[in-house]
Each structure stands twice: as structure tokens, then as C-alpha cells.
């Protein structure tokens, strides 16, 4: 039984400076027939090369060890890898959908984590670049050997097939990496389904609108988009938690950047006193002992009595009046349809509400990121502001374009000029579409 040529790629593939050649190399081996047992084909690295240098090495006990040795997790990531078109008519694989997204690794955990996230679509796609919409596609299991010098190595569990839909469109590959060599295990788990909408896992915004009116919703997202400090009150833990993950997801595309803590331990309650942006959740039964601390301005919410026991004052005056009467339209409308919804039907309604403010006020943010010859961009903060026609929708966006969220976000799309944020780009384009459509009837 043979089996597709192994592949070997340096660590350096992408091009990338900083990597030290011959650090590591991966192999690539797909199994002849679904349910085939994968092998694996290694690139014998120079003599000088063989024993990694002190510096990559993993200290045993330290977080890289703990993130990446084998049998510490069923799987380490799993990502749907899609073919993007490219300005030369080419179809180039990347990683649309990753689950999970680490934070706070350590520079040389995250390098390595960006070299696997670099190699992966190139093994979910090996086949070349002569990719086009179809109809049809028969879909195929199969799988790949990630190996590093140290001989560490991850499985990549794949499964190829063309997603639900109607007319032309391209394949893509479910993706699961594990340390685990379980291939008949992993080919049984790759039939899964997933939100178009990514970012509203997880969330729950009936929580949240069972206490709150929209009004009242509408003043914390505007203290939250200024990065304010907010407090939120209840007594069950659940509330607390399922309401503050809500709140931060209205943020989205943007992330809340600052101290995050849906359910703050008693001993820790003078977190309230930090001076700088927080969202935290506390239990009611500590509110006089919140009061007590010497806080600085700050908007408390109580869950329980669905009312705002402290504010700064200007919460009303944050947002544009129009934007912030459309979203509440929108909210209205919801809280007055008898209709029997789902869950995930009110996320959606609730969420799109919010992402259509964050495209009206910021949704022309990439036209305006001067690209170099290196790939790098670079943001022209003043001719953006300059680009937006009201007033008062300029005025609200000065203050927010100095965020924390708004300058990681912009970080990012400074990178590639490949969005990381896909639906909030499927949203700006379908409203300039909308605009067009207006313009031309």
C-alpha cells in the first residue's frame, strides 16, 4: 500500500526572518484509504542541527511543556482551514476559524505556536493552487505528521468536504491537532457543525435582556466602548458570569483588553478600587463593602433590580443619537415579538444589531491602512476620522480610535491584508453593497 510523497518544510517556510533555519522540520503523510493507519516520513537534520539549541529547549515544569507535550490533551487546536482568493486569481489556504485561541503565551511559546499556524492550511491543502467552485466534491478523510527535530510530534486529523450551501463554492478542511495517534478515533469526530457567526459561542444574550431594558443595555456598551470601568451585581453566579461574557460580546469585532472578571472571589473585592478600566461581576450580598472602597468613577449595575445604582453622569450623550436610536429599534423590536425564538436566533438579532453600529462608524477602517513594499501596513488615524461625514459620529469616533481595543484590533489588521475578522468583513461589504444598490435605484 503506498502512499502520497512526504513533504518537508523548514521552520522558516513562510519566509519568515526571525526563524532560525533547521530548528525544526515537518513531514507531511497521507494515509492511502480513510481509516488507514498514517505514517510518517522524517527529514534528517544536519549533524550541527540534531540536538536543538538551549534556547528552544522546553525546561521541564515550564508553561511551554505543559502547552505542548504529548498526552496533556485529547487535541491541542482545532481549525477549519478555507481557500481565500488571491489579487493574482489564486486560491491560497488559511485558517478561518480557530478554536483555541491562546493569550498570554510567552514570545517564544507564541512564535511556535505561529509556526504551526503557518504550516497548517499548506498540509490541509497540498494538492497545489488549481483550486475553483464547484458543485460537487467527494469528500475525504485523511491525516499529517507535524515532526520537530526533538522528535515531538502532532497529528493533523483532516477531513475535506464542500460546506452546505447552494451553487459553486470551495472546499474546506475540518482540522483537528493532537498529540494523540488515534487516527480511527478522530475520523469519527470530524463530522461537526459550527456557527457561521464564531464569536457568539458561548454567549447568551436572553441573560441579559431578561434584566436589563434595552436602554439601560445601551448605556454599558456605551461605557464598555470607552473602556470605563464597570461593575455588575447579582447573586447567583451564573447571572453574573452569563451577563458579563454578553456584555463583552457586544463588543465584538473589538475585545475588551482590560481586567475581566465575571465573578470577582470575595478577597479580591478591592478590585474595585483599580484605577485603571476593569469589568467585574459581584455578588449582591458584598454591595455595602463595595461602596465602602474608595472607588473612582466607575458604572455599577444591578442585575437583580435591573437598574443602574451609580454612573458618571454622560452615559446618554456617548453614542451618535441616530446610531444609538437604530439600535435600540432594533432591541425594541425584539423584546416585542411574541414569537417563540431560539436562543441562537436571538443572538443573532441581538448581535447584529451591534456589529451594524461598529460598521457604520469604523466599517471604512481598511481603506485607509497605507500598505509598504515589506507587507507591513500602516494606519493614517487622521484621514480615517477625516473620511466620516457626520459630525457627530466623527466626534464619537476621535474618542474611540484612542481605546486599547480599537488599537489592538487595528495591530492586527496592520499585519496582512487578509482580515482576521471575516464576518465583520462580510457584514462592511454587504452594507456598502446595500449603499450602492440605494445609489443606483
Known amino acids: 500500500m503506498g502512499c502520497r510523497q512526504a513533504l518537508f518544510v523548514p521552520r522558516n517556510f513562510a519566509g519568515d526572518p526571525g526563524a532560525r533555519a533547521g530548528t525544526a522540520a515537518f513531514a507531511l503523510a497521507v494515509p492511502p484509504a480513510v481509516g488507514g493507519r498514517a505514517t510518517e516520513a522524517k527529514e534528517e537534520p544536519p549533524a550541527a542541527e540534531k540536538k536543538p539549541s538551549q534556547g528552544t529547549q522546553a525546561k521541564a515544569g515550564d508553561r511551554s511543556s505543559v502547552l505542548y507535550s504529548a498526552g496533556q490533551f485529547f487535541f491541542e487546536y482545532l481549525v ?58 467527494a469528500s475525504e478523510t485523511f491525516s ?3 515532526t520537530n527535530v526533538d522528535g515531538s510530534r502532532k ?54 435582556l431578561q434584566r436589563l431594558s434595552p436602554h439601560l443595555i445601551l448605556h454599558i456598551f456605551a461605557s464598555a466602548v470607552l473602556e470605563r470601568r464597570l461593575i455588575f451585581l447579582a447573586e447567583e453566579l451564573s447571572v453574573l ?23 470577582v472571589p470575595e478577597c479580591l473585592l ?19 463593602r463595595v461602596l465602602d472602597q474608595p472607588m473612582e468613577e466607575a458604572l455599577m449595575v444591578d442585575l ?48 447584529e444589531a451591534f456589529v451594524q453600529f461598529f460598521v ?24 480615517f476620522c477625516k473620511a466620516i461625514a457626520s459630525k457627530t459620529n466623527r466626534k464619537f469616533v476621535k474618542k474611540f480610535v484612542k481605546t486599547n481595543m480599537f488599537s489592538l484590533f487595528i495591530e492586527e489588521a496592520e499585519k ?20 450602492k444598490h440605494r445609489r443606483d435605484s
Not at 101 to 107: A, I
Not at 183 to 203: C, M, N, Q, W, Y
Not at 243 to 254: E, G, N, Q, S
Not at 270 to 288: A, K, N, S
Open 80 to 137: 477549519v482551514v478555507s481557500l481565500k482568493k488571491m489579487s493574482d486569481g489564486r486560491y491560497e489556504p488559511k485558517i478561518s476559524y480557530q478554536f483555541p485561541k491562546r493569550e498570554n503565551l510567552l514570545k517564544g511559546q507564541k512564535e511556535e505556536e505561529e509556526r504551526l499556524l503557518q504550516a497548517i492550511p499548506l498540509f490541509c491543502f497540498p494538492d497545489g493552487n488549481n483550486w475553483a467552485p464547484v458543485t460537487e466534491f
Open 144 to 146: 499529517f505528521v507535524l
Open 155 to 208: 497529528i493533523g486529523y483532516c477531513r475535506r468536504l464542500l460546506p452546505a450551501g447552494r451553487g459553486t463554492r470551495l472546499p474546506e478542511v475540518f482540522c483537528i491537532i493532537s498529540c494523540l495517534g488515534c487516527f480511527g478515533l478522530f475520523s469519527k469526530l470530524i463530522e461537526l457543525t459550527r456557527p457561521v457567526d464564531a464569536h457568539l459561542e458561548h454567549v447568551e444574550f436572553q441573560a441579559l
Open 241 to 263: 458570569s452569563q451577563c458579563i461574557h454578553a456584555v463583552a460580546a457586544l463588543l465584538y469585532p473589538f475585545t475588551w483588553a482590560h481586567t475581566y472578571i465575571p465573578v
Open 270 to 288: 478591592d478590585t474595585v478600587c483599580c484605577p485603571t478600566p476593569f469589568m467585574v461581576g459581584i455578588q449582591r450580598r458584598h454591595l455595602e
Open 304 to 351: 437583580c433590580e435591573g437598574k443602574i445604582i451609580q454612573a458618571v453622569g454622560d452615559e446618554e450623550e456617548i453614542l451618535p443619537a441616530k446610531l444609538q436610536n437604530e439600535v435600540l429599534t432594533s432591541l425594541n423590536r425584539h423584546n416585542n415579538n411574541n414569537n417563540v425564538q431560539t436562543s441562537e436566533q436571538v443572538n443573532a438579532l441581538v448581535s
Open 360 to 383: 457604520r462608524v469604523v466599517g471604512h477602517y481598511a481603506s485607509h491602512i497605507k500598505w509598504g513594499k515589506s507587507g507591513q501596513g500602516t494606519f493614517q488615524e487622521r484621514a
Open 416 to 435: 496582512s491584508r487578509i482580515p482576521q475578522e471575516a464576518y465583520f468583513q462580510q457584514k462592511i461589504a454587504e452594507y456598502h453593497e446595500q449603499k
